[in-house]
């Protein structure tokens, strides 16, 4: 009989389960989108219900395919979710990363002076993308919360950690390291929840999760939910997991997502550097008793501008078309997009800014526009290389990319012609769930080892640098212009 893994992948616009079969090959997916919500500008709200009944739909979906063996777990980062033990209700909407109500606290605890000491132990920098600011805002606003909290009634978690409590049935408040490393709270090296930020954030332990390896036993499904308890055998951050399914797992190794947000991550084996170009270092894995950590430069804003040219602006039916429409658009457009709609994240870490739109004449055309918001990525891509190369690390010999902007071949080739580095794209696009299962797979025994699976790992398409450099540079140099007036 076929062993299947079942991978959830809750991501920031949707919830999805992919079906794998042993061999790492996807049986069925189901997939479903759930409501933003924009409460105030930059505020970006999730209703944990409708995270929970949207995941619970695509796993019982994907399962008509076949009966997984094990459940891995992964989930966009960050956003948090707080509930009450007893009825597992949450006590407000989840506080999703992009949200920046909490930019001035954090500009607060900037000045005075706390940075330096945080990104040592979290290897974060200070923003309001992390958890923290985000747990202390709900406890102050939220009514009753702080004297609920402080009698130990209120739970705090992670899509994976709210998830994973749903599915066991409420039995099990637990967490991986990747996803601990994203609160601020979590101090990357002792691997332990630090007392000293649960003090700067005022936030009380009790509220925590247990923390765990990647490849462990988390818990079992509620036998009431599935017909049967299946285990729970495997979680991770998405984009660590993204990591994971794209096989990088020698140092200097690199992959680049592009979902919503675009998130670069480079192996760096088991030492943990600290960027002192404005990177963050994190927790890349733990499988099997092998760790290691990753350098990473996160954008906030990829597709979410290609969906935001399709449902805002109008300006194309579905993301798909921009290809076509950035191959028939000319080149010397001159028009810079900075897509700063959630503010900047690396290298600049500029909550306060918003996106604008540089060197419109009234020759500008749409298709410009279009062209020039696919190019922003590849240049915000291209800060992100540069600022690892300035943290000492080895130019990669080829990234490896994925999610869904990742299909645009008119974007994959720009994006290796502006990188100067051969792009890869995988045979299985699916690498973020891949990760997940690949965790589950190997907590159970169902896939030998991260080696037997990267023996598997195929690439379906490699676009190797065509670009002249006096163009590349024309490219760039209008772009840190744009940039430059943008930060003032
Ligand atoms: N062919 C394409 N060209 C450009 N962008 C695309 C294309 N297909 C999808 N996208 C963008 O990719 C994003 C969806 O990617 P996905 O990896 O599913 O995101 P997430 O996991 O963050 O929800 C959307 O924002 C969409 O605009
Ligand atoms: O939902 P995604 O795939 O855009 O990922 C979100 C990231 O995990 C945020 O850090």
Known sequence: MSKYLLAVDQGTTSSRAILFDSD??????????????????????????????????????AMQAGDPSAIGITNQRETIVIWDRASGKPIHNAIVWQDR??????????ADGHERAIQQKTGLLLDPYFSASKVKWLLDNVSGAREQAGKGKLAVGTI?????????????????WTNAGRTMLYDIHRRCWD????????????????????????????????????????????????????ACFEPGMVKSTYG??????????????????????????????????????????????????????????????????????????????????????????????????????????????????????????????????????????????????????????????????????PASHETTALGAAVLAGITTGIIADKGEFSQKWRSDARFDVEMTRTRRDGFLSDWSKAIERALR
């Not at 994976?160 to 991986?176: C, E, K, N, P, S």
């Open 160 to 176: 994976d950690t709210f998830l994973l409590w749903r599915l066991t049935g409420g039995r099990v408040h637990a967490t991986d």
């Open 260 to 425: 919503t947000g675009c998130f670069m991550l480079m192996n760096t084996g088991p030492d943990a550097p600290i960027s002192t170009n404005r990177l963050l270092t994190t927790p890349a894995y733990d499988i099997s008793g092998e760790h290691a950590y990753a350098l990473e430069g996160s954008i906030f804003v990829a597709g979410a501008a290609v969906k935001w040219l399709r449902d805002k602006i109008g300006l194309v039916e579905t993301a798909g078309e921009t290809e076509a429409v950035a191959r028939a658009a000319r080149e010397d457009h001159g028009v810079v997009v900075i897509p700063a709609f959630v503010g900047l994240g690396a290298p600049h870490w500029r909550p306060d800014l918003r996106a604008s739109i540089h060197g419109l004449t009234l020759d500008t055309t749409a298709a410009d526009l279009v062209r020039a918001t696919l190019e922003s990525i590849a240049f915000q891509t291209r800060d992100l290389t540069d600022a690892m190369a300035a943290d000492g690390t080895t130019r990669p010999a080829a990234i490896r990319i994925d999610g869904g902007m990742a299909k645009n071949n008119w974007f994959a080739q720009f994006l290796a012609d502006i990188l100067e580095t051969p792009v890869e794209r």
């Open 101 to 110: 109500r909490t930019a001035e606290f954090c500009a607060r605890l900037k």
């Open 24 to 61: 790492a090959k996807p049986v069925a997916t189901a997939q479903e989108e759930f409501p933003q919500h924009y409460p105030q500008p930059g505020w970006v709200e999730h209703d944990a219900e409708d995270i929970w009944a949207s995941t619970l739909r695509v796993m019982k979906q």
């Open 195 to 246: 007392a000293e930020l649960l003090k700067i954030f005022d936030i009380p332990e009790s509220l925590l999760p247990e923390v765990y390896p990647n490849t462990y036993l988390f818990g079992e499904t509620d036998p009431a939910m599935f017909g049967r308890a299946i285990p729970i055998a495997g979680m991770a951050g998405d984009q660590q997991a993204a990591l994971i399914g794209q």
